[in-house]
């Protein structure tokens, strides 16, 4: 079973930047598409960025141009860059696969305002 610890989250002012992490255990992360998933309180999760593992990208239109979503295979790592962040950017953040294979992480927590 393949473990995803997140990281990365803060509270940020609006326009300001943030860097999250994902760590997944297990040698057979490369071979998946990855995604980075958010869920605002009240609301159900969305998926708002992808990367296949060739590094293809996908982005929700409310993040495109805004946050960009990157991995790398030999560290088991997939990253999401977030700049110009807005206050209905505020959710949890959590990674998985596309669609979502593994147990949820605890997921980081992002707050503008």
């Known amino acids: 079973q393949v473990q995803l610890v997140e990281s990365g989250g803060g509270l940020v002012q609006p326009g300001g930047s943030l860097r999250l992490s994902c760590a997944a255990s297990g040698s057979i992360f490369s071979i998946y598409a990855m995604g980075w998933y958010r869920q605002a309180p009240g609301k159900q999760r969305e998926l708002v960025a992808a990367i296949t593992s060739d590094g293809s990208t996908n982005y929700a239109d409310s993040v495109k141009g805004r946050f960009t979503i990157s991995r790398d295979n030999a560290k088991n790592t997939v990253f999401l860059q977030m700049n110009s962040l807005k206050p209905e950017d505020t959710a949890v953040y959590y990674c998985?696969?596309?669609?979502?294979?593994?147990?949820w992480g605890q997921g980081t927590q992002v707050t503008t305002s």
């Open positions: 998985n696969t596309v669609p979502a294979k593994f147990a």
